[in-house]
């Protein structure tokens, strides 16, 4: 099916096959030959991994585990059910952007698969944002839908991300993909705004600002170091965007 079309009936199934490790049936190669078209439905699958992870952090909660564990429970289920693959872009990706002096030996050390200090200390860190953000917002009201809209948004801008830069090498899991639209990134960003504004009120759209302006800052340096993007800076991107919308709503909780 051609990516004009700007909705096909396979998007969100091709979405959380890509973007997931649900156990979801996807007709692959209608998957893939919508590819980046069906980028608008990335803001769904995160909304999948998120009520999986509230649902765990909220049976954590009723049967008296403390907040801290209940949010660690909670990014396990991300994790699992993403296949940690945006943990794995954050790692790789620092490795490389830090670990090389130009950027094809950045690029280089980005396919390796071993893992680097650069990219342990990072991993670690970003947990730690996240963990401690979640565990804050768990004592507050309306801990799930914030942690709906953040997985939402920072999947949206993921898309945004992938249109706004030029793919950095030939190869790879993104450049397979392919660039979204402009009318399939605003189809997503439309699509996780309102989610962001029913679930969260005005917060969300402080949130959505914070992410924005993670992911502009994260996409600068993926230009200056490599010249664009890659599925790791990608991933990278997701977790830039969670760490600051998490950051934003437990400050305004």
Avoid: C, N, Y
Avoid at 120 to 140: D, H, M, P, Q, T
């Amino acid at each position: 099916m051609s990516q004009q079309v700007l909705v096909a009936p396979v998007d969100l199934a091709a979405a959380l096959g890509l973007l997931t490790r649900l156990p979801v049936p996807v007709d692959g190669a209608r998957a893939a030959a919508r590819g980046a078209g069906a980028a608008w439905a990335w803001p769904l699958a995160g909304v999948a991994v998120a009520v999986l992870a509230a649902l765990a952090a909220w049976l954590a909660l009723v049967l008296g585990v403390p907040a801290g564990a209940a949010a660690g429970l909670a990014l396990a289920v991300q994790v699992g059910a993403t296949g940690a693959m945006h943990e794995d872009g954050i790692a790789d990706s620092l490795d490389g952007l830090w670990g090389g002096a130009t950027p094809g030996r950045r690029l280089e050390i980005m396919k390796d698969s071993r893992i680097g200090s650069f990219g342990v200390l990072g991993l670690v860190l970003s947990l730690l944002l996240r963990w401690s953000a979640l565990a804050a917002l768990l004592a507050a009201p309306g801990w799930a839908a914030a942690l709906v809209a953040v997985a939402a948004l920072s999947r949206a801008g993921m898309a945004a991300l992938a249109a706004a830069l030029p793919f950095a090498r030939p190869g790879g899991l993104s450049a397979g993909v392919g660039r979204p639209g402009g009318a399939t990134v605003t189809l997503g960003l439309g699509i996780a705004l309102a989610l962001a504004l029913l679930l969260t009120g005005a917060a969300g759209l402080a949130a959505a600002l914070a992410m924005a302006l993670g992911l502009a800052l994260w996409g600068g340096i993926a230009r200056a170091k490599i010249g664009g993007q890659t599925g790791d800076i990608l991933g990278a991107g997701q977790q830039v965007a969670e760490i600051a919308g998490l950051l934003a709503l437990a400050a305004l909780a």
